[in-house]
Nanobody, 121 residues
């Protein structure tokens, strides 16, 4: 069974930093694009950043220059370094994998359970 587990969320003051981590577990052979999305209360889930297996990155305009996505293919992890956090960054952050292959087949559009990030003074 494949799982995505996020960690690193919490409460931070405006201007502060947090680093999110997402670990993929299971008998995984390969992972395509990994990404982070977020959902604020009463808003739709939105893209934050993605990174391909070749390390090409894409960011939402609202986080460019403040957030950095990275991955460790050997550890099957993706990270999101968030700097200069603002109250509008408050949301549940979800890890996503668009496609991965594992011992028993292929999984498309896998999601983690989410981790809460709250930016408040």
């Amino acid at each position: 069974q494949v799982q995505l587990v996020e960690s690193g969320g919490g409460l931070v003051q405006p201007g502060g930093s947090l680093r999110l981590s997402c670990a993929a577990s299971g008998s995984i052979f390969s992972i395509n694009t990994m990404g982070w999305y977020r959902q604020a209360p009463e808003k739709e889930r939105e893209l934050v950043a993605t990174i391909t297996s070749g390390a090409s990155t894409n960011y939402a305009d609202s986080v460019k220059g403040r957030f950095t996505i990275s991955r460790d293919n050997a550890k099957k992890r993706v990270y999101l370094q968030m700097n200069s956090l603002q109250p509008e960054d408050t949301a549940v952050y979800y890890c996503n994998v668009d496609r991965l292959t594992h011992r028993y087949g292929t999984v498309y559009n896998a999601w983690g359970q989410g981790t809460q990030v709250t930016v408040s003074s």
